[in-house]
Structures are given as structure tokens and as C-alpha cells.
């Protein structure tokens, strides 16, 4: 059994920063790609950032330049620096992450029970 647990979110100002952490517990063997998802009322689930098992990044346009992905491979935990943040990322974020083969029986998805961050104007 596999958990993510995030923390780091809350209230900030615009212009502020925060950093957010996803920590697995649980028996895990190795996470293939793990990413940053964020919702905000009445849009869709959007990807923010992904950090794959080799260390490749991908951010998303609207956060190029302010956020900054990383994992810790032997700790199981993946961050996400914020900065400059803007009204406008206030959403709800999840961490998410997959283990085990692609396209094969040992295959999981994981999802974190998401945290929420609010940017003050």
C-alpha cells in the first residue's frame, strides 16, 4: 500500500512564495514519473510540473520561470518551489506519481488527497 501525503500549502500574498513537498509511505519499490496537478473552481485538472525518474523536467507555460520541480529518488519525496506567485494559481494541488511497469499488471497510479493554496491580490 502506497500513500502521498503533501504539504507546504496555505495562505499567501502575490508575489509571495511557498513550497509545496509529496512524501510516499508505504512499500515502494521505485516511481516512474511523478507531477504537479492543479484545480481551480470550475476548470479542469491541469498539469503544472513533472519530474521523471532520470531527473528530466517539464513545466507548464504559465508557471515557466516562477516554479521549479524536484524529487528526492531515495526519499521518495518530490517538491515544487513556488515563487512570484499570482492569484491567479490559486487552486487546489495533487501530487502524483506511478510505479512499476508500463503497460503491464504491476502497474499503479497514486494520488495525493490535494492541498490547497491561496494567493491574496
Known amino acids: 500500500q502506497v500513500q502521498l501525503v503533501e504539504s507546504g500549502g496555505g495562505l499567501v500574498q502575490a508575489g509571495g512564495s511557498l513550497t509545496l513537498s509529496c512524501a510516499a509511505s508505504g512499500t515502494i519499490f521505485n516511481f516512474n514519473a511523478m507531477g504537479w496537478y492543479r484545480q481551480a473552481p470550475g476548470k479542469q485538472r491541469e498539469l503544472v510540473a513533472l519530474v521523471t525518474n532520470s531527473g528530466g523536467t517539464h513545466l507548464a507555460d504559465s508557471v515557466q520561470g516562477r516554479f521549479t520541480i524536484s524529487r528526492d529518488n531515495a526519499k521518495n519525496t518530490m517538491y515544487l518551489q513556488m515563487n512570484s506567485l499570482k492569484p491567479e494559481d490559486t487552486a487546489v494541488y495533487y501530487c502524483?506519481?506511478?510505479?512499476?511497469?508500463?503497460?503491464?499488471?504491476?502497474?499503479?497510479?497514486?494520488w495525493g488527497q490535494g492541498t490547497q493554496v491561496t494567493v491574496s491580490s
Open positions: 502524483n506519481a506511478d510505479s512499476g511497469r508500463y503497460h503491464s499488471a504491476s502497474w499503479r497510479e497514486y
